[in-house]
């Protein structure tokens, strides 16, 4: 619905490309997800014209198409910008030591994951010096119910809430260990909050490994921590002892969020 008041701070010639996109980008922060009948709605425009300025934000990576249920959705360019418009307040300055440490302690790569909507967002990664090892993620943008640490928030999320996130019923798949349904979702959550970590074997990548366990007390914009080593070295059998450093390291960062001793 067109505005019938006069924005003083609008400019007097306004480029009306440049004013759609911004304003398909406005509706990620208030939507999470949007249709191209919603992106047509909402510019006043047909919808063809809504789908290519959609497609352009993809192509430009601010965007992307969920494959299962064509709507789309934020984009890795849209949040490495927002996270380098933090600055000081970057979490990832504050993790730094607190990853370093922990990929010492059990010799595998750790990374520092945060969810956005349904996807996670690799922050940052600190790589083991073994010979074979997973290597740096830091930019990755991966379906969150496909990886550990994606895993770990969401199970932090009321019910109601993952459920929105999932409405299309399919989950897209990575490879075929992937979860497959949000019924086969839901259990696996279960199952986390219950043990108090995630894993994965084989769903974001066939080769690669990884257990995770949220930071603790910021379950809506928080962040995991993730081991991650490749799936012959790292069993399932090894997850409880792996959980245990990276939920000392969890706690540790939060201590150190919080502005408590960062040593």
Do not use: W
């Amino acid at each position: 619905m067109q505005n019938s008041g006069v924005d003083p701070k609008r400019p007097e010639y306004p480029i009306a490309s440049v004013d759609n996109a911004l304003t398909l980008l406005s509706l990620f922060r208030e939507r999470g997800q949007i249709r191209v009948s919603e992106a047509a709605e909402a510019l006043g425009a047909a919808r063809s014209t809504a789908h290519r300025l959609l497609a352009m934000l993809e192509y430009h990576r601010f965007a992307r198409q969920d494959p299962v249920t064509k709507a789309y959705l934020p984009g890795p360019a849209l949040i490495e910008v927002g996270l380098a418009a933090l600055g000081s307040l970057d979490i990832r300055a504050v993790a730094r030591p607190v990853l370093e440490r922990l990929s010492e302690e059990v010799q595998e790569t750790v990374h520092l994951v945060a969810l956005h909507d349904g996807s996670a967002l690799f922050l940052d990664s600190v790589e083991t010096s073994r010979a074979l090892r997973i290597g740096s993620r830091v930019g990755r943008v991966m379906p969150a119910h496909c990886t550990a640490g994606g895993k770990a928030l969401l199970a932090q999320l009321p019910a109601g809430d993952v459920r929105r996130l999932y409405d299309g019923g399919a989950l897209e798949q990575l490879t075929p260990r992937s979860l497959g349904s949000v019924e086969d979702l839901e259990a696996d959550l279960a199952a986390i909050r219950e043990r108090g970590f995630a894993t994965n074997f084989g769903q974001s990548e066939p080769d690669v490994a990884a257990i995770a366990v949220a930071v603790p007390g910021r379950p809506d914009r928080g962040a995991a921590i993730t081991v991650s080593a490749p799936i012959t070295r790292l069993a399932e059998d090894d997850a409880p002892q792996i959980a245990q450093a990276a939920a000392r390291a969890a706690a540790e960062l939060q201590r150190r969020s919080l502005g408590g001793d960062g040593r």
